[in-house]
């Protein structure tokens, strides 16, 4: 049994504390439970990723406004890599010209 006022005092403060304490875990539990939903885990997800792209994207503008000549040299040896077969077989296929005829 507590002898002075302010061993009182501290007791009453030392129950409120963890009264306090006992409401903010119950809180936080709460709201942990809730992020922890997978559909709410799936959109925070969505969400950052959606940022990232986006981050991405604008860095890429920078980059292709910055060096224009490269980025054109890499999208032209990207194409001419993409349409080599069909480029091939155009040449293959092609006809070999005939010699010019001499009348006489």
């Known amino acids: 049994m507590p002898r002075t006022n302010d061993e009182i005092f ?7 504390n963890r009264a306090e304490a006992r409401e903010n875990l119950k ?3 709460a709201a942990t ?7 709410n885990l799936v959109a ?3 969400s950052k990723a959606a940022n990232q792209v ?3 994207g604008r860095n890429a503008a920078k980059g292709l406004k910055a060096h224009p000549v490269i980025t054109a040299t890499v999208a032209a040896t990207a194409a001419l890599i993409a349409m080599r077969r069909p ?5 293959a296929n ?8 001499i009348e006489e």
């Open 87 to 91: 480029i091939a077989k155009l040449i």
């Open 94 to 101: 092609q006809k070999k010209s005939q010699p010019d005829q």
């Open 44 to 46: 925070e997800a969505k």
């Open 27 to 29: 809180l936080d539990s």
């Open 10 to 16: 501290s007791l009453r403060s030392l129950a409120m």
């Open 54 to 56: 986006g981050k991405a």
């Open 33 to 39: 439970r809730e992020r922890l939903k997978p559909s």
